[in-house]
């Protein structure tokens, strides 16, 4: 078919049709130009000869547009193709959106479908528009888009019929904003902005024919937004249908919150509001309607909803009341006086006008008077006149209407007032959901406003469709060529214009006696003339009014009085007065009361007896009218949605039988002409409706593009050559800047083509491939004929061998056999005889040891008794020993702390202490003189280095000029090569000869020269370029250091100030216990109770200094700061053991001296590790130590460390001078490295003949043990060996201890001395006139300042027996946690444990459990829990920090059951980690906060791993292209980014790689990595199959065959790990058997059968969504039968089980339960090392 003959035989037309509206015929004729007829053959096989009148049938789209998800994208666009494509989607493919250009074309299943979960939204938020399929969430999506990305308000433009699902829409919509949005601030506002929604729905809608939940009212919410987040709303109504509340149609119900009341009636705070069953009010029985839902249940949901706007109870039940009041008020009977019907009354004892008064507490007789009479005021005079009995139903009617309409009011401003923000908002959606347009038999008022104001939304619509087609020709610079469209504007002027319908009303209204039929006829007068305007043929009071969408016939009965909305001011007045708060709230703004409707006449008695007259009130002249109040709503709406962006939905109403899933042509054609969704369409046709991107028309119609035409990679050229060669009229198509417009039918004729070339290309490869089929067959058939020769004579052969064979058997088994019958007698015999033998031995032996055991249970009975008696004996004998070694020890320390107090109160022990000091800062000046010296060495030998490479590099360059010689050389040679070769060519006399033969002997040897020179200038060149080399990296390393140190000094600087601070607060104290000694010298050595008092008072002084506790000065209570340091034995103290210091009774001035050591350890330890880690760092930059010893050679030493400063200037100078000062510290202490090593040989050396002679030592108590043990067999003198050795053991513990401490303190006390003289040697000298650089030098010593202090290094565990464990004070808990939690770097302290923080902590409950202090240990794990909580709450998006401590978590959980009093957990347990278990701790609640905690953490690495993954699943799983070549075969007009993917599946496997190494380096148990794991991959098969199954392109053979590729690399990645059987394989098979679907063939019934049989994980939901949203290859696949995809829906649901999957989307956010197994620790406790990283020197290890 040619591009010119569209309408050739095959072609495909719609024909009009009565029934169908639109029917598809084929063409069996070629049209030719001037036909009359075009011949057609139907869907039934007829024949038809279709008339061509003026234009010929619409053409059909091609195969693979059909079912489209935008009609714009159709290559031929009119009405059958829309309305086609819509059915399609609709009853094959289930899809109830479709997009029209800029419109969502919405439909209304009747059906309640499971795409509107919280998953559904979060998988489209973030989306682009044509990334997913057409959806209300994805128009949301771009609206709250472009409002974040430019600032602008948007509008969503909701309209239909209705019934077509406008209300759900809406709230749809809004529950997207709320959920993508968030709130800001007010975390309820979500809610209630929800929750305003029932609640218009309650008093906002109604039942009626066309719809259950029908909406009387049109409503604009204004969502406000402020930093993309949610701030509030507003409601705006617009034209309430009041008339409902008195009247209600067959079949319909009036507003369903009279409905709620009445079923709630039993409700005890409803009681006294006099309701009943709805059925039995005038105002809800008259449309005979049975209930559908629970009225019940949605009260209590109005009633929440009300709770969550802020309406308090009383005013919801006094509201109610008011409601009430309304029902009671139709009740009231209204009777006439006479036939004529000139009066009425009502009777007193009327039930119904009681409660009314009641419940609104007004007067009986007042209501009753001006229900039945009106007041007319004239110029002075006023009457009562008497009403009819219908007067009087109107009037009682009127109010009711009046009072629902200012309840209505008083709900939307109680609404706008809980959902508006007092901060306001920046940016704002608006949802308008309105009434569609409407065409009855009737019309009334009603309807001409509602189609009024669909008028007004209609220009508002064509000029944005008008813009935004004008804009994209613009930015692709198409030539524009104005496109006209209906232009309604004629139609709007006759309404509202200058004598418009409008005006002609009110201007009636106004009038006295106006009436429907006198503005009838100035409506025919002043308009007859117009186009948009007739008069009906019928005589009557019509008029019609030609809408965009149609005709309309209004009748003119009823717009006068609807117009001015007459109601009773006398009754309204009552109402004004009445009790209730509400009711006067709701009419103290109504300030336009009306008169009754038959006020204006003049008939009735005259009350002060004066004619009557016409009068009319000011109040009614004043009012404005119904439609006026509606014009200047709907002006001030249009100009708020011309303020936004408007963002259309287009509400369809399948059928009017409200079946699910019926789509009627008809009734869905009128709407589509009513809404404008065949306007845009009509635009859209009228240029050029189908636009592609060049890369997108490449990689369809790369079949159809030449190797000519191939133009490089400039793809933009090639599509233009090729399109100029396959469609040679350029009108037919334009190239844009990035885009190819073509005009309608133009995309189906490049279907056309690209199907016949590939067509012809299927039939060449079929042609090829059944000949090498044919030649395949052949060739094995003649070798199976080869084959069964060769066999069949193989056959034979055997037969005669086999029968040869089976003879020689024969022989040999009959000799076999006898023999072998023979020897099994004999062993029978045998055995039989050798039973008999055992048997008979076997009785001898039991009688023998029955014997033995007898006589040695007597002999073990006798050895207990005397074992017993000897044990009682030696206990008692022990016992008193004991008592007596108890009472003689506590003597002693007594009068030990008794030498010791006297001791303490002299003076001169502090001065012995202090001794020494002076001579220490004189050897630190010597030290600083020879480091200087050493400094000076080292920069001579730099100086030596430098002069070196200068002297290497000046030899280098001369041979490089050697170099430059030899290719001097090289040229001299070719020349002479040059006179050989011309010699030789001219002479040929010998002596020639010679001469040539000796030049060439010396070419050679210039060549080899040659080759030996090149090879050494490239050995020079290298050995250059690495001195370079190595000079760059000694530069940069330098600049590195450098920086180290700079930072370092600016540490150091401020660890000096607040030494200088802690020094300060020392010296006060030191002055205080200065002052103590002073009184307590003067006072004798008896307290008195005011000296203990003063003595308490200065002991609480000094706790405060210190973190040790304080205690009084009696016996019982006395006890040193060290005490808590002791080491602990396992079991328990002997009861006459001494206390550890030496008694009780310690003086207070002992006390304060301790306290005042451990406050120096404090300040002193943080310098001594600053020394450590400079001196760490020293031998790497000793090359950048030249600068600070040049400093030192120009400064004065003394002066540098402050013995020359005045006090003025110290502090400045120290902080100037600090870092220096310490550099020098550290100098004069490296320089005793190699004295130290030297000793430290020594003592190891000596050492290891200690421990040779203990071993000799050792084996000689183990003999002597055994040999008593052999020989006596005394367990009395065994034990008393075993307890004399524990007490060793234990008393050279103390030992060492006291010796450590005494070192320690006195280091402390050199230092402080040192600080001191620092401080107050420049005032001295200053004061004593003497230069400090007079002083002579001090010999230097080889201890004291060069020890460093044990806990600076790795805590090794002590020789000998170890019990595992860390002793700590309660008050040391901040530091542990601060130290193992808060500041643990894993990176810090390389090689050492992943786990460390958990077993250190387990250390220190091991130390609280020893000392049976639970409170302590219960602390501890609370402060590390809280601890691990907040280190989460600062880290919570660093995977690598989550997985540390959710495996440390773990490890100590595994630790207090492996250490626990659980036997099953401690059964693997070695002999040394069965001595480490706990002994009176019960931690089972702290094991299960530990488990909650791990369980939170398992949690966060899953939520922290899925904020990684989510971005990357989609775009790696599906969008990515691992296997080249299947984009030309994805289907046409698909939305492909162009983009490059942002992640692929390489991307993703590396980031999985990356999960699962941190989590095995971390030491987390590889069953929780595996738990992980599968989590993961179920995050990334439900994310992938949730985008599937949204994506109608994207569910097609190709990305079938791409799906399960990517499958089986995620699969082969876990074998590669390890990880297959972990449970994560599992997780992928929903997605394997989606791949799978899409790849399987999709006919007959065979194939439902195997669908079933495979789709065994997917939901039958799932697997039917991915049927209808298949999208076959153009002209390779048919589309999935409707017929087929039943069949394989019922099947599927027969085979389902009982609670089987149901649901459309996965749940991702879903998390299985974690399972934390139990993994016993192979750690032994006691061979634990602890980096020296870890600041743990507070701590003592046991």
């Not at 507003?255 to 409803?270: D, K, V």
């Not at 003189?929 to 000076?936: F, G, I, R, T």
């Not at 994560?1624 to 790849?1639: N, R, S, Y």
Request: aromatic fraction near 8%; charged fraction near 25%; include cysteine.
């Amino acid at each position: 078919m040619a591009a010119g003959q569209p309408y050739g035989q095959g072609a495909r037309v719609w024909i009009p049709d009565c029934v169908q509206v639109w029917r598809v015929a084929e063409i069996t004729r070629d049209y030719e130009e001037g036909d009359a007829v075009l011949h057609l053959c139907l869907e039934d096989g007829s024949m038809l000869a279709y008339p061509i009148e003026s234009q010929l049938p619409p053409l059909c789209n091609p195969e693979c547009l059909s079912g489209k998800d935008d009609l714009v994208a159709l290559s031929y666009l009119h009405e059958p193709a829309v309305l086609h494509s819509l059915r399609v989607r609709f009853l094959e493919a289930n899809a109830i959106y479709t997009y029209c250009g800029i419109i969502l074309v919405a439909i209304n299943p009747y059906k309640p479908l499971p795409i509107y979960e919280e998953e559904v939204i979060y998988a489209y938020s973030g989306r682009e528009m044509g990334d997913m399929d057409p959806h209300i969430f994805a128009l949301a999506e771009e609206a709250y888009k472009q409002m974040v990305r430019f600032g602008k308000n948007q509008s969503l433009i909701i309209s239909g019929e209705s019934g077509a699902g406008k209300t759900a829409s809406a709230k749809y919509a809004m529950r997207y904003f709320t959920a993508v949005g968030g709130c800001l601030g007010d975390s309820s506002m979500e809610e209630k902005v929800l929750a305003s929604s029932p609640v218009m729905e309650a008093f906002g809608n109604a039942k009626t024919t066309r719809n259950d939940n029908s909406s009387r009212f049109g409503k604009y919410i204004e969502i406000g937004f402020s930093q993309a987040r949610v701030t509030g709303a507003t409601i705006k109504t617009y034209l309430l249908e009041k008339s409902r509340v008195t009247f209600q149609a067959r079949a319909e119900r009036n507003y369903h919150i009279f409905y709620q009341l009445c079923a709630s009636a039993a409700l005890s705070e409803l009681q006294g509001l006099g309701l009943r069953g709805a059925e039995t009010f005038h105002y809800t029985c008259q449309g005979r309607c049975t209930a559908g839902t629970d009225d019940a249940a949605d009260l209590d949901s109005t009633r929440h909803a009300f709770s969550l706007l802020g309406v308090p109870e009383a005013d919801q039940l006094e509201l109610f009341s008011v409601l009430a009041a309304i029902l009671h008020l139709g009740d009231i009977a209204i009777r006439g006086r006479d036939r004529h019907g000139d009066g009425c009354f009502v009777e007193s004892a009327d039930e119904a006008l009681g409660q009314f008064c009641t419940l609104l507490g007004i007067e009986e007789a007042q209501v009753t008077r001006w229900l039945c009479h009106r007041k007319l005021v004239t110029a002075g005079e006023t009457y009562l006149k008497p009403l009819s009995r219908q007067q009087a139903l109107d009037s009682r009617d009127a109010l009711a209407k009046h009072m629902y309409g200012q309840v209505f009011k008083w709900m939307v401003s109680r609404v706008n007032r809980a959902l508006r923000s007092p901060e306001g908002h920046h940016t704002s959606i608006g949802i308008l959901d309105i009434y569609g347009f409407e065409m009855f038999e009737f019309n009334s008022f009603e309807q001409f406003c509602i189609n009024y104001a669909n008028e007004k939304l209609q220009q508002l619509f064509n000029l944005h469709v008008f813009k935004l087609e004008q804009e994209d020709y613009v930015t692709e610079e198409i030539p524009w060529v104005f496109v006209d469209f209906c232009d309604n504007q004629p139609c709007i002027e006759l309404i509202e214009g200058r004598l418009g319908i409008l005006d002609l009303l009110n201007e009636e209204c106004k009038m006295p006696q106006g009436s429907d039929g006198s503005w009838a006829q100035k409506l025919y007068q002043t308009h007859l003339g117009s186009s948009h305007f007739q008069k009906p043929k019928r005589p009557m009071d019509a008029f019609i009014v030609c809408h965009f969408a149609g005709k309309v016939e209004y009748q003119c009965s009823g717009f006068v009085e609807k117009n001015r909305d007459t109601i009773p001011e006398e009754l309204v007045g009552l109402l004004r007065a009445s009790k209730s708060a509400l009711l006067a709230e709701l009419f103290l703004e109504d300030g336009y009361g009306a008169v009754s409707l038959q006020s204006r006449r003049s008939s009735g008695p005259w009350l002060p007896g004066r004619p009557s007259r016409r009068s009319l009130p000011s109040s009614q002249r004043s009012k404005k009218s119904i439609s006026s109040q509606f014009r200047a709503s709907l002006n001030r709406l249009m100009e708020m949605l011309g303020s936004t962006t408007p963002h259309y939905i287009r509400c369809i109403k399948p059928n009017d039988r409200k079946l699910p899933f019926v789509f009627d042509s008809r009734r869905v054609v009128e709407q589509l002409r009513a809404c404008g969704v065949l306007e845009t369409i009509r635009i859209s046709a009228a240029g050029y409706p189908s636009r592609w991107t060049y890369q997108e028309f490449f990689d369809r119609y790369r079949a159809l593009v030449s190797r000519e035409e191939l133009v490089g990679a400039d793809v933009k050229q090639s599509c233009s050559l090729a399109l100029g060669r396959l469609l040679q009229d350029p009108s037919k198509y334009q190239c844009g800047k990035s885009k190819v417009f073509f005009r309608a039918g133009q995309v189906a004729y490049l279907e056309e083509l690209r199907y016949r070339r590939l067509r012809a290309a299927c039939t060449l490869l079929q042609r090829h491939l059944r000949g090498w089929l044919a030649r395949r067959r052949f060739g094995r058939v003649r070798a199976a004929v080869l084959c069964l020769q060769r066999h069949a004579r193989g056959l034979l052969a055997r037969r005669l061998t086999a029968m040869l064979r089976r003879s020689r058997a024969a022989v040999v088994l009959q000799k076999t056999v006898r023999m072998v019958l023979a020897r099994r007698s004999y062993l029978r015999t045998h055995r039989a005889a050798v039973t008999i033998q055992a048997f008979a031995r076997g009785m001898f032996a039991r009688r023998l040891y029955q014997q033995m055991v007898r006589h040695q249970k007597a002999v073990v009975i006798q050895a207990a008794v005397r074992g017993w008696l000897a044990r009682s004996r030696y206990a008692r004998l022990r016992g008193a020993v004991l008592y007596l070694q108890c009472c003689y020890r506590r003597a002693r320390a007594r009068r030990e702390l008794r030498r010791l107090r006297a001791e303490a109160r002299s003076v001169e022990h502090y001065k012995q202490l202090h001794k020494g000091m002076e001579i220490k800062v004189m050897q630190l000046q010597c030290r600083l003189d020879e480091q200087a010296q050493e400094k000076q060495r080292l920069a001579e030998q730099l100086s030596a280095l430098n002069t070196a490479h200068a002297e290497e590099v000046q030899r280098l360059r001369a041979e490089m000029q050697g170099l430059r010689e030899d290719a001097a050389r090289d040229a001299q040679v070719q020349q002479l090569q040059e006179r050989l070769a011309e010699l030789e060519r001219h002479s040929a006399e010998s002596r020639l000869a010679q001469e040539v033969e000796e030049l060439r002997q010396r070419l050679a040897e210039v060549e080899a020269m040659k080759l030996h020179l090149g090879e050494e200038r490239d050995a020079l060149i290298q050995r250059t370029l690495e001195q370079s080399q190595d000079l760059e990296e000694q530069h940069q390393r330098a600049a590195r250091e450098s920086r180290g140190l700079q930072q370092e000094l600016e540490e150091e600087r401020a660890r000096y100030q607040s030494l200088v601070k802690e020094y300060a607060r020392l010296e006060q104290g030191y002055e205080n216990l200065r002052d103590e000694v002073a009184f307590h010298r003067q006072s004798t050595f008896r307290r008195s109770p005011s000296s203990e008092s003063f003595l308490g008072s200065e002991s609480s002084y000094l706790s405060s200094m210190s973190t040790a506790p304080s205690r009084d000065g009696s016996d019982q209570q006395a006890e040193g700061p060290e005490e808590r340091w002791q080491p602990v034995p396992e079991g328990p103290q002997p009861a006459g053991e001494p206390l550890p210091n030496g008694g009780a009774g310690q003086d207070p001035l002992e006390q304060a001296y301790l306290l005042l050591l451990g406050q120096l350890n404090a300040v002193t330890e943080e310098l001594a590790r600053t020394r450590e880690e400079l001196r760490r760092s020293k031998a790497s930059a000793e090359h950048e130590e030249k600068k600070p010893l040049d400093f030192l050679k120009r400064r004065n030493i003394a002066g540098m460390l402050g013995l020359g400063r005045s006090p003025e200037k110290a502090a400045d100078d120290d902080l100037k001078h600090a870092y220096d000062a310490v550099q020098v510290a550290n100098k004069l202490l490296a320089s005793q490295l190699q004295e130290e090593k030297q000793q430290h040989e020594e003592e190891v050396e000596g050492l290891h003949l200690d421990i040779r002679s203990l071993k000799q030592l050792s084996q000689q108590q183990a003999a002597l043990i055994q040999d008593l043990q052999r020989h006596q067999g005394q367990e009395g003198l065994q034990h008393h060996v075993v307890r004399l050795k524990e007490e060793n053991w234990e008393l050279a513990q103390k030992l060492e201890k006291q010796e450590r401490t005494t070192m320690k303190l006195q280091k402390q006390l050199r230092a402080y001395a040192k600080q001191i003289q620092d401080f107050t040697g420049p005032l001295a000298q200053d004061t004593a006139g003497c230069d400090p650089c007079s002083s002579p030098p001090v010999k230097r010593e080889t201890t004291g300042l060069g020890q460093e202090p044990a806990a600076s290094q790795a805590v090794p565990p002590p020789p000998g027996l170890s019990q595992a464990m860390l002793a700590w004070r309660m008050e040391d808990e901040g530091r542990i946690i601060k130290a193992i939690i808060t500041d643990y770097r894993p990176q810090s302290s390389p090689g050492a444990l992943p786990e460390l923080p958990a077993f250190l902590l387990f250390l220190c409950l091991r130390h609280a459990d020893h000392c049976r202090d639970e409170p302590r240990a219960r602390s501890l794990l609370d402060a590390a829990i809280n601890a691990i909580k907040r280190v989460m709450k600062k880290h919570s998006d660093d995977f690598e920090v989550v997985a540390l401590w959710l495996a440390n978590t773990c490890q100590l959980l595994n630790c207090l059951r492996q250490y626990g009093r659980d036997e099953s957990c401690s059964q693997g347990n070695t002999a040394r980690q069965s001595a480490h278990r706990l002994q009176h701790l019960d931690l089972q609640s702290a094991g299960r906060s530990l488990g909650a905690l791990a369980v939170q953490l398992y949690q966060q690495l899953i939520r922290t791993a899925e904020k990684r993954l989510k971005p990357m699943i989609v775009s790696a799983m599906l969008e990515s292209e691992t296997i080249q070549g299947l984009a030309s075969s994805y289907p046409p007009g698909l939305h492909r980014p162009s983009a490059p993917v942002a992640h692929t599946l390489p991307e993703l496997l590396q980031q999985l790689g990356s999960f699962h190494q941190v989590l095995g380096r971390h030491g987390l148990a590889p069953a929780v990595g595996h738990q992980v794991l599968r989590q993961l991959l179920f995050l990334v098969s439900g994310t992938t199959l949730n985008y599937l199954l949204l994506r109608k392109d994207a569910c097609s053979w190709s990305r079938g065959i791409q799906l399960r590729y990517n499958i089986s690399q995620l699969e082969q990645w876990l074998r590669a790990q390890g990880l297959q059987h972990s449970g994560a394989h599992e997780m992928l098979e929903p997605l394997v058997q989606a791949a799978q679907l899409l790849q399987v063939k999709k006919a007959t019934e065979e194939d439902a059968g195997a669908i079933c049989s495979l789709c065994t994980v997917l939901s039958p939901q799932q697997v039917v969504k991915i049927l209808r949203a298949y999208t076959p290859a153009a002209g390779l696949e048919e589309r999935v039968s409707p017929g087929f995809i039943s069949t394989v829906e019922r099947r599927l649901q027969e085979q389902q089980q009982e609670g089987g999957p149901s649901q459309l989307l996965v749940d991702t956010s879903h998390l299985f339960p974690v399972n934390l197994p139990f993994v016993a620790s192979t750690v032994h406790l006691d061979e634990l090392r602890i980096p020296d990283t870890i600041d743990l020197a507070f701590l003592v290890r046991l």
